[in-house]
């Protein structure tokens, strides 16, 4: 099992132990470290960038409880040092923080959260209708997101039965495993580009500037 490091903590660079380093199938060596400070792809959220002893990681991925390192070039066992990029993380960060926000304007105005995807470029939010809900406006997302943005509410993690939840303020907490703003005056300016409902779902498109 690997210890994630960024579940609890926003440092970019640490220190870790290699414990395993496998050639895989296209050339590249996997890094399997005691611990790590790199968010791996998934949860809606890609992978981390950086480097380990210099070496740029060029992929992060989750196997089970392990957490895979991609480098060129292996590495061998024993300690190493970690180095996030600042600017991939902020970015990841923003995003899957103002996906989060999305999420709760959208369940204000009557549908659920289902599926969520925040990548660069790629951002939206997938829902399912409630009871009542109707297409909303975009600026019932804009609106309400300003107001939590201008309260600058502050990130909170906490773990439920094994499970990382995180919220902004009092807002609700969501089950989740990705980096997040540490409050939401580092957000930026959240861009709803486009909202549809397709086959019963509504689509919210959005970026942050």
């Not at 981390?48 to 060129?72: P, R, S, T």
């Not at 926000?101 to 289902?114: C, D, R």
């Not at 993690?157 to 995180?166: D, P, Q, Y």
Request: proline share 4%; net charge negative; with cysteine.
């Amino acid at each position: 099992m690997t210890e994630r490091l960024y579940y609890t903590s926003d440092a970019l660079e640490g220190t870790a132990r290699v414990l395993r380093c496998t050639e895989q199938a296209d050339g590249r060596y996997g890094i399997l470290l005691d611990r790590t400070l790199f968010h791996p792809q998934g949860g809606g959220q890609p992978a981390d960038k950086g480097w380990i002893n210099g070496v740029a990681v060029e992929g992060v991925k989750q196997q089970d409880e392990e957490v895979i390192h991609l480098l060129a070039q292996p590495l061998p066992l024993g300690e190493v040092e970690l180095k996030i990029d600042a600017d991939t993380r902020e970015l990841h960060s923003q995003l899957h923080s103002a996906g989060h926000l999305i999420g709760y304007a959208g369940e204000a105005a009557g549908w659920q959260p289902v599926k969520a995807h925040h990548w660069p470029g790629e951002g939206r939010i997938t829902f399912a209708p409630g009871e009542e809900a109707a297409e909303p406006e975009i600026a019932i997302f804009t609106d309400a997101i300003s107001r939590w943005q201008s309260a600058s509410l502050a990130r909170v993690i906490t773990f439920e039965a094994g499970r990382r939840m995180v919220r902004f303020g009092e807002l609700s907490a969501y089950g989740c495993g990705g980096t997040h703003v540490r409050a939401l005056g580092e957000l930026g300016e959240v861009v709803i580009s486009n909202i549809k409902v397709k086959k019963g779902q509504l689509i919210v498109n959005y970026t942050v500037a």
